[in-house]
């Protein structure tokens, strides 16, 4: 996987299995339960590491799932929710989002998915998640021309939604629900409609302004805009290398999932959430504290608790143990790690990574 400029084209491989709260009690009868079980597929994000702060963590989505009638059967982090649920047979709509959204903003990009599902008296219903952006973005680029002609003029963006000031300093992007967007002048106590575009979600929508070149002695032309539009700006996958006076090296990590249909590749890298440690041939300790620094686990969630959805990974004496073991460093537990090694078949009776020769650890 290689850098693009595809914002969200990807699949983090996260397998959900959504958790049963109180509030679903109720109303579920143990002969009518069915199951849901939800697969979160998201775009890969290419990023650098000078980027990282930019990419959306999907741990801290909200995940949603309500029945047909209302009753909220989960509401908060995805990372946090446990993974299985029982649901009474009926329609729930589940869905997962980046952020709240509902007012024009800057730099507020929305990403998410929304889908409904049946669940059957005594069957499994799986749900596919699609995470791509939901809003559309508008930035301005504002020549030296347009400033001469209208030094007191004020840019807005306007939608139904409500409308910001772009200021002539302003790089970021302005984010609006999908919709028509206006590019209004005011000057003079006047507004000025310049232009509208209709916008789908994952529109980033780019306007340079200027003033159009006129010949000598003739009044000034007018207002230039060239529009320069790109959908799924950005890409997603978690790139790892830098530069080594060689160049930048850029290797694509797997995640667990992935990595469990990799048994046998050796020196390849995998990312995950540090969940655990102390394993032993049938079981694995989630929470502190900790006894054994030989080896953690890592999970595609960081709320994961099931050792059968965990990756094994061994810490051999040496800088990436001090670095990584929970006894030493209670304080990685939930962070994500990027470790690279050989993907084997069974360590400590599941999947693991051994033989690690680098690591990157992020918060």
């Known amino acids: 996987m290689k850098k693009g400029h595809d914002f969200l084209r990807a699949c983090f491989g996260l397998f959900l299995l959504i958790p049963l709260s109180t509030a679903c009690d109720s109303f579920l009868s143990p002969a009518e339960d069915g199951r849901i079980e939800v697969s979160f597929i998201e775009d890969f994000f290419t990023e650098t590491r000078s980027s990282s702060s930019d ?18 059967i989960y509401d908060g982090p995805y990372g946090s929710a446990p993974q299985s649920i029982l649901a009474a047979a009926g329609t729930y709509t589940v869905s997962a989002f980046s952020c709240e959204f509902k007012a024009p903003a800057f730099a507020t990009p929305q990403y998410g998915d929304s889908q409904q599902v049946t669940v059957k008296s005594g069957q499994t219903s799986r749900v596919q998640l699609i995470c791509h952006q939901l809003n559309a973005g508008v930035r301005l680029k504002v020549a030296s021309t347009f400033l001469t002609a209208y030094p007191n003029g004020t840019l807005h963006l306007k939608a139904d939604a409500g ?45 340079n302004i200027g003033i159009a070149a006129t010949p000598s002695g003739v ?4 207002i230039s ?42 020196s390849v890298w995998v990312y995950g959430y540090i969940v655990g440690g ?25 709320g994961t608790t099931d050792r059968s959805n965990c990756l094994s990974v061994q810490l051999q004496k040496g800088n990436i143990r001090d670095a990584l073991n929970l006894v030493d460093n209670p304080e990685n537990l939930g962070k994500t790690v990027f470790l690279q090694g050989n993907i084997v078949e069974s360590y400590y009776g599941i999947p693991g990574l051994q033989s690690l020769t680098e690591y990157e650890l992020k918060d």
Do not use: C
């Not at 990419?55 to 909220?72: E, M």
């Open 55 to 72: 990419i959306p963590d999907s741990n801290r989505f909200t995940l949603r799932v309500k029945a047909a009638n209302g009753a909220s």
């Open 163 to 207: 409308k910001l000031l772009y200021g002539f300093s302003e790089k970021r992007f302005a984010f609006f629900p999908p919709g028509k967007v206006s590019l209004v002048l005011s000057d003079g106590g006047t507004d000025k409609n310049l232009l509208t575009r209709d916008l789908a979600s994952r529109d980033m929508l780019t306007l």
């Open 219 to 222: 009044s000034p032309g007018g």
């Open 225 to 266: 805009i060239k529009v320069d539009t790109t959908l799924n700006w950005r890409a997603e996958q978690y790139t790892i290398g830098g530069d080594d006076g060689k160049g930048t090296e850029a290797s694509a990590a797997m995640s667990v999932p992935e990595a469990k249909n990799h048994i046998g590749d050796e």
């Open 278 to 302: 102390d394993l032993s041939s049938t079981k694995a300790s989630f929470k502190a504290p900790f006894s054994s620094r030989t080896n953690i686990v890592i999970a595609a969630r960081a």
